[in-house]
């Protein structure tokens, strides 16, 4: 189970959202994105966190500047054009791959990077922002590419009022949030990340059987 709020870009939150059960939080470390943070910052969220794992977000960075991070965090987010001969230079439970998913064509794409045994995240598909859209993807292909690959976190307009049907529905290994939750980019409503907190461990738990 896998339950990630991301784009946080406060030490202060973070802390509080670690408390409330999220078993991941992301960071931003993309400077077009609104919720970009820094490299000191994202060592300060590190050390306010406890029982969660540290994501660090990036779109197409540099071999040294994922090293440099992941010194820091605990696993890296690809979320831009990495292909899989990049991403395959890093320890494969370490890595995470996103997909912005635009129609069935995109499935066959996710396949060299599940053969290696690297999580994959999918999302929805934005012409103009790699993610932190609000959309959500079409559940029907989300389906199927859960269905077909193993270790799929689900993304992409995830909110407390559809993340436990969805859950269910889809049956991913995690859930992944952020625009949804936010009172404006990079900050987060509590009672928001709360109750989205709740309804993903009781989905889970539904579709387990375990007790989380």
């Known amino acids: 189970m896998i339950i990630k709020v991301c784009g946080i870009t406060e030490p202060q939150q973070a802390r509080e959202i670690s408390k409330l059960g999220a078993t991941h939080i992301g960071v931003i470390h993309f400077e ?42 605990d696993i890296i987010q690809f979320h831009g054009d990495e292909n899989i001969d990049f991403v395959k230079q890093f320890p494969k439970e370490k890595v995470w791959k996103a997909f912005r998913v635009k129609d069935e064509s995109d499935i066959d794409k996710i396949k060299p990077f599940a053969g290696e045994g690297i999580t994959v995240l999918i999302d929805a598909f934005h012409k103009e922002a790699y993610g932190g859209t609000g959309k959500q993807i079409d559940p029907t292909l989300a389906k199927k590419i859960i269905d077909t690959y193993k270790n799929v976190i689900l993304s992409g307009g995830l909110s407390p009022d559809n993340v436990e049907s969805l859950i269910k529905e889809l049956k991913p290994i995690g859930v992944d949030a952020s625009s949804k939750l936010e009172v404006k980019p990079g900050l987060k409503d509590i009672q928001k990340v709360k109750s989205f907190v709740e309804k993903s461990k009781l989905a889970f738990e539904t579709i387990t059987g375990e007790v989380f």
């Open 32 to 73: 077009k994105s609104p919720r970009h943070i820094g490299l000191e910052e994202i060592e300060n969220i590190k050390r306010n966190i406890e029982n969660s794992k540290l994501v660090a977000v990036v779109v197409n960075p540099e071999e040294e500047r994922v090293r440099n991070l992941l010194e820091i965090v």
